[in-house]
């Protein structure tokens, strides 16, 4: 069972940059896609981006392009969420999750294992 642990959330300033982390345990990290999703309250979870286990291939989700960057550290069993340039409408509860496939095939909520519980991200004007 794996557990996933968000962290780096907080208050920024619009223009400014966060990097947010997600640490994994009780389970072999590197065999699994990680990806970053948001949510707003009374809207859906939105998919934000999405690594490759094993090769780097990355997608982030075309409004975010950019401005956001995922990566990860599979010694470290960690997965990193890099934003730049932040706008208010960033403003989230971000979650990280981890599944099996490729970049193309874990677009949605459903694609995905384990989530994590999730850190709040809030941008002021």
């Known amino acids: 069972q794996a557990q996933l642990v968000e962290s780096g959330g907080g208050l920024v300033q619009a223009g400014g940059s966060l990097r947010l982390s997600c640490a994994a345990s009780?389970?072999?990290?590197?065999?699994?896609?990680m990806g970053w999703f948001r949510q707003v309250p009374g809207k859906e979870r939105e998919f934000v981006a999405v690594?490759?286990?094993?090769?780097?291939?990355?997608s982030v989700a075309d409004s975010l392009k950019g401005r956001f960057t995922i990566s990860r550290d599979n010694a470290k069993n960690t997965v990193y969420l890099q934003m730049n340039s932040m706008k208010p409408k960033d403003t989230a509860v971000y979650y990280c999750?981890?599944?099996?496939?490729?970049?193309?095939?874990?677009?949605?909520?459903?694609?995905?294992?384990?989530w994590g519980q999730g850190t709040q991200v809030t941008v002021s004007s």
């Open positions: 999750a981890a599944g099996y496939g490729t970049v193309q095939g874990l677009g949605y909520v459903d694609d995905y294992d384990y």
């Open positions: 009780g389970t072999t990290f590197s065999r699994y896609a």
């Open positions: 690594i490759a286990c094993c090769d780097g291939t990355t």
